[in-house]
C-alpha cells in the first residue's frame, strides 16, 4: 500500500485536474470523490491536497473563488481553466506512456522466474 | 468538538503570519475539517473517533504554511541586505571624509588627485549600492503590500537620483580645485560653481521629462 500512495502521491495534481473537468469542486469534495472511486483504499492528506492546489492555482491551471453558501462557513471552489485542461492532457499521456514502459520492464522480468 | 477541531488548527498555524491569505488556507482547511467531521458523524462514528480521524488526515502542514508564508525567507534575506547596504553607505561617507585629509595636509594638485579618486570610490559605492538593492517582494495581493511595493519604489528612484547629484557635484568641486591649483586663477574659476548649477538643474529637468 505504501508504494502504491507514494505513486498516487506523484499524481495528485493530475487527479485533481481530472475531478475538476466535470465541474466546480472543493478540498473535502475532491478528498471524498477519491475515496469513492478507490472504494477507501486511498485518500489525500488534507496538507497534500492543498499544496497541490496551490502549485496548480500559481501555474495557472486552476483558479479559485469562494462559495456563496448561505448556510454555515463559505466553501473556498475550485474550476479548471483552458491551461489546465491542456495540461490535464498531457500529464495524462505522460502517465499512459510511463505505464506501458513500466508495464514492459516488469512483463521482462516476470519472464525469467 | 468542532471547536476543538478549530483549536487544533489554531496551534498548527501559530507560527504562521497572519496574512489574508494565510486565514483563507486555515478557514478552507477548517471548513473541510468540518465536512469530513460530519460526514463520519452522519456515518455513526462518535465525537472522538471522528475528531481523532480529521485530526489525522490533516497531515504535515508545516510545508505548506512556509510556501504560503513565502515571507519567511523572504524577510530574512532582506535583513541581510539591509545589512550590506548599512555597511556600503558606512565606508562610502567615511572615505568623503577622509578625501579632505590629503587637501589640508599636503596642499598640491596630487593631494586634489588622491581626493578626487577617494571620492569618486564612495560614489560608485553609493550607486553600486543604490542599483542592487533588493525589490521588496509582495507577500501577499492585499493593498497594504501594494503599498509598500509602490513606496519602496519611489524611493529607489530617489536616491538614484541623489546619487547622481551628489556625484556630479563632487566632481564640479574636483574641477574647481584642480583648475584653480593649476592655473592659480582663482579670480575666476569659481565661475564654475554657478555653470555647474546650471548644468545640475538642466539634467535633472531632463529626468523628469524622461518618466
Given at each position: 500500500m505504501s508504494i502504491a500512495s507514494?505513486?498516487?502521491?506523484?499524481?495528485?495534481?493530475?487527479?485533481?485536474?481530472?475531478?475538476?473537468?466535470?465541474?466546480?469542486?472543493?478540498?473535502?469534495?475532491?478528498?471524498?470523490?477519491?475515496?469513492?472511486k478507490t472504494a477507501h483504499r486511498f485518500e489525500l492528506k488534507e496538507a497534500t491536497l492543498y499544496t497541490a492546489f496551490r502549485r496548480l492555482e500559481e501555474s495557472g491551471c486552476i483558479r479559485s473563488y469562494w462559495g456563496d453558501e448561505t448556510t454555515g462557513a463559505r466553501r473556498r471552489y475550485y474550476s479548471i481553466t483552458p491551461?489546465?485542461?491542456?495540461?490535464?492532457?498531457?500529464?495524462?499521456?505522460?502517465?499512459?506512456?510511463?505505464?506501458?514502459?513500466?508495464?514492459?520492464?516488469?512483463?521482462?522480468?516476470?519472464?525469467?522466474? | 468538538m468542532k471547536e476543538a477541531l478549530r483549536q487544533y488548527l489554531?496551534?498548527?498555524?501559530?507560527?504562521?503570519?497572519?496574512?489574508?491569505?494565510?486565514?483563507?488556507?486555515?478557514?478552507?482547511?477548517?471548513?473541510?475539517?468540518?465536512?469530513?467531521?460530519?460526514?463520519l458523524i452522519a456515518e455513526g462514528k462518535s465525537e472522538q473517533a471522528a475528531y481523532d480521524i480529521a485530526v489525522v488526515s490533516i497531515g504535515d502542514v508545516r510545508a505548506l504554511i512556509d510556501a504560503q508564508a513565502g515571507g519567511a525567507a523572504n524577510t530574512k534575506e532582506r535583513e541581510k541586505a539591509r545589512q550590506r547596504s548599512a555597511l556600503f553607505v558606512s565606508i562610502a561617507v567615511g572615505l568623503y571624509i577622509l578625501s579632505i585629509i590629503p587637501v589640508v595636509l599636503m596642499a598640491n594638485p596630487a593631494s586634489v588627485g588622491i581626493m578626487f579618486a577617494m571620492a569618486a570610490v564612495a560614489t560608485g559605492l553609493l550607486i553600486y549600492n543604490g542599483a542592487t538593492r533588493p525589490r521588496y517582494v509582495k507577500s501577499d495581493d492585499t493593498v497594504v503590500e501594494e503599498f509598500k511595493a509602490w513606496k519602496e519604489e519611489k524611493s529607489g528612484k530617489k536616491s538614484?537620483?541623489?546619487?547622481?547629484?551628489?556625484?556630479?557635484?563632487?566632481?564640479?568641486?574636483?574641477?574647481?580645485?584642480?583648475?584653480?591649483?593649476?592655473?592659480?586663477?582663482?579670480y575666476i574659476t569659481w565661475i564654475i560653481f554657478p555653470i555647474g548649477g546650471a548644468v545640475s538643474l538642466v539634467i535633472s529637468g531632463i529626468f523628469d521629462l524622461k518618466q
Open positions: 507514494d505513486l498516487i502521491r506523484g499524481h495528485t495534481e493530475t487527479i485533481i485536474l481530472a475531478q475538476l473537468l466535470e465541474k466546480d469542486s472543493y478540498g473535502y469534495e475532491i478528498n471524498k470523490a477519491m475515496q469513492q491551461l489546465g485542461r491542456e495540461s490535464y492532457r498531457l500529464r495524462k499521456k505522460e502517465w499512459k506512456d510511463a505505464k506501458t514502459l513500466i508495464d514492459k520492464l516488469i512483463m521482462e522480468e516476470d519472464t525469467l522466474l | 489554531d496551534t498548527l498555524f501559530v507560527d504562521a503570519p497572519e496574512t489574508v491569505r494565510m486565514l483563507e488556507l486555515k478557514e478552507e482547511i477548517f471548513q473541510n475539517l468540518t465536512d469530513k467531521y460530519d460526514d538614484g537620483r541623489g546619487a547622481f547629484t551628489g556625484a556630479l557635484w563632487l566632481a564640479i568641486v574636483s574641477i574647481y580645485l584642480l583648475l584653480s591649483f593649476f592655473t592659480n586663477a582663482w
